[in-house]
């Protein structure tokens, strides 16, 4: 028996867990952009980043090792596996930066019922809208074309620091869009991101809870509302009872308004499915996150029956490119509430 070519099999999971956790350490330092500015020598980046040189070479000789950067005549470099990663930061944010923490709590967790693991919400919330770009934000659009009329005025309920907002304004010169978000601190941070990105004339964020908005008299009359994975947010915290208790009072509120929701159906019992490429790298541990940090993800098949009995009826649905997600597990739906 080979116990050394076992061992190195064995010891694959390891290798991939260090590495991933380095790899998003490459990215959040700083490391990675400013290597993708130009090759530089160890001094020159320790100083530049107020890094421990020490240390950062350490991890430099780790990302050398795994051909993530190149070391030549004294100077690093990127190799073009790591211009490859660093396309796909996102990824790392919201699951490494996000949920790392959540990871190493599954084991404590599962001792106790109600107890529930904890994440890094701002990384998953930077991680989540970086991602949105190749997914959700294309699917939305698309949805929002199914419309009778253009979209004009955006309303999303539960904004945090306003990235979605700002994207979306973005990339639909045409929109306005107004944010509640009930953190005072979050309500700032969002300040300062729409005035960084000159687009204070076209966002504003209310600082109140949602159910106080919706029992206020804004004066507004938007014509969508944004829901990208937050419907099983409520699910998991408040049952199916309060999702179709929020449904209905956003619909009273606002009765012709376009609700988009996206969520992703929950297959990871098909054996099927789970064994596409990017359900086992991505679908399979977001899968996983959910089941430990009181959130509940549910099939489509069950999201259209709640759909029903919250009195909407489905206009259209869709899911995002091929060429970025063919497992069609994310899912976008264009809601009205019915006549």
Not at 29 to 45: F, I, Q, S
């Amino acid at each position: 028996m080979n116990i050394e070519q076992d061992l190195v099999a064995a010891l694959e999971p390891i290798r991939q867990m260090t590495l991933a956790i380095c790899v998003n350490h490459f990215f959040e330092t700083g490391v990675y952009r400013k290597l993708e500015a130009g090759e530089c020598d160890l001094d020159t980046l320790s100083r530049s980043l107020d890094l421990e040189r020490a240390r950062l070479g350490g991890l430099l000789g780790y990302l050398r090792n795994e051909n993530i950067v190149s070391h030549d005549k004294g100077v690093y470099a990127l190799t073009d596996k790591a211009r490859l990663l660093g396309r796909y930061s996102a990824w790392y944010t919201m699951l490494v930066g996000g949920y790392t923490e959540t990871f190493v709590q599954v084991g404590e967790c599962l001792k106790g019922q109600g107890k529930w693991a904890t994440r890094d919400v701002g990384k998953v919330g930077i991680g989540s809208c970086g991602i949105s770009h190749y997914d959700a934000i294309p699917l939305t659009q698309r949805l929002m074309a199914k419309m009778d009329t253009p979209a004009r005025t955006l309303l999303d309920l539960g904004c945090g620091n306003a990235m979605y907002l700002v994207e979306f304004c973005k990339t639909m010169p045409q929109l306005r869009a107004y944010g509640v978000e009930p953190s005072r601190d979050a309500c700032l941070s969002a300040e300062r991101i729409i005035a960084a990105e000159g687009l204070s004339d076209r966002i504003k964020v209310i600082n109140k809870s949602v159910r106080d908005f919706l029992e206020g008299k804004e004066d507004l009359k938007p014509d969508v509302m944004v829901l990208g994975f937050v419907l099983h947010e409520i699910l998991g915290q408040e049952g199916k009872a309060g999702v179709i208790d929020f449904l209905k009072t956003v619909t009273a509120r606002y009765p012709a308004i376009n609700l988009i929701v996206i969520e992703v159906d929950n297959q990871a019992a098909n054996p099927t499915i789970m064994e596409h490429g990017l359900a086992k790298a991505y679908y399979n541990p977001y899968y996983l996150i959910h089941e430990f940090t009181e959130q509940r993800l549910m099939t489509d098949a069950w999201w259209q029956s709640l759909y029903e009995e919250a009195g909407l009826k489905i206009v259209n649905h869709d899911y995002p490119d091929e060429a970025v997600d063919s497992t069609r597990l994310e899912i976008g739906y264009l809601l009205k509430r019915r006549s």
